[in-house]
């Protein structure tokens, strides 16, 4: 690429801390990370080194306590709740490592109604989730329900759901923590494919080492802060 992408998530100097009974447990003391656009980057760290707490403070679901994120440039921490809702709304993607679907409502459903709240009208979004999940290849179980469908099937899904409203960044909670070695591959082989195909920036944590060598870049959490993975 000839220009520069531009930078659509940065946190800088970020510090987060739980209050345990008897001390604080400091989580992040400082970190600095940048996303540009179309960039996937695995975050690699131990249980409990704070890789949740980092996508939900990247995901503006919750504050941090110290430091600043910045979505496009813009600084969220100045945000009122109304705000930072309609950025997760429309900027924003998460997948958990569970799929987190809603269980009364058909695949095709739980793909629309991140889109009919943001306002489009049903038809448009039927449509636009017809084709995501096409694309990601689970188009023929689009009128089942999630407990109808497999675990990889249920991810995917809940990947067309996340990218549903075309947000800048997607954020990736172990998304095939709960699948097994094959299927883990062809749900990170579709995620990164829609990533590619749409320049989508993409934050995913994950223990799998096979699928983080094959992202643009490594990451991990030491000591609170975020530094490059080196094996
Ligand atoms: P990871 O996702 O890397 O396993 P987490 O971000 O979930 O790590 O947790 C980091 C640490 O913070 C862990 O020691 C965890 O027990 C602690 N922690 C996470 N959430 C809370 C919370 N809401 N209250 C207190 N401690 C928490
Ligand atoms: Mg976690």
Redesign the pocket.
Known sequence: MMTASRTVLRLQGVRHA?QEVDRK?E?LKGADFELKAGEMVALV?P???????LLHLAGLLERPEGGEIYISGKACGTLSDGERTARRRNDIGFVYQFHHLLPEFSALENVMIPQMIRGLSKSVAAERARQLLDYLRVGPRADHRPAELSGGEQQRVAIARAVANAPLVLLADEPTGNLDPETSGYVFEALSALARQSGLASLVATHNHALAERMDRVVTLEDGLIVPWSA
């Open positions: 739980y447990l989580i760290a249980s409990g080194a704070g890789k949740s707490t």
